[in-house]
């Protein structure tokens, strides 16, 4: 059984640096895309970033407001995804959820139970 577990939200004072953490279980992820999502208070989840996976290797993908504070990583061998985020705005708080997207025949997506993130003004 997949799983997907977040680590490394909380609080966190207006421009500082929170790292997220994601592990993922229950077989390997390599050919696949691996991301973050996140859904703020009152409004619909929307994308953070993604390092997607073609055959030419791995591509990272950002939301156009976050791409210029945000950095995406993942380390395969350890099944996980990590999301440093800088320079936190109240605005940022919201619930990150962890996604795992693989394209095959019928494409599949897996996700976290979401770690909270509250920046403090």
């Known amino acids: 059984q997949v799983q997907l577990v977040e680590s490394g939200g909380g609080l966190v004072q207006a421009g500082g640096s929170l790292r997220l953490s994601c592990a993922a279980s229950g077989r390997t992820f390599t050919n696949v895309d691996m991301g973050w999502y996140r859904q703020a208070p009152g409004k619909e989840r929307e994308f953070v970033a993604m390092t997607r996976w073609s055959w030419r290797g791995y591509n990272s993908d950002y939301a156009e407001s976050v791409k210029d504070r945000i950095t995406i990583s993942r380390d395969n061998a350890r099944n996980a995804v990590y999301l440093e985020m800088n320079k936190m705005r109240p605005k940022n708080k919201a619930i990150y959820y962890c996604?795992?997207?693989?394209?095959?025949?019928?494409?599949?997506?897996?996700w976290g139970q979401g770690t909270q993130v509250t920046v403090s003004s």
């Open positions: 996604n795992i997207h693989e394209a095959d025949t019928v494409p599949v997506d897996y």
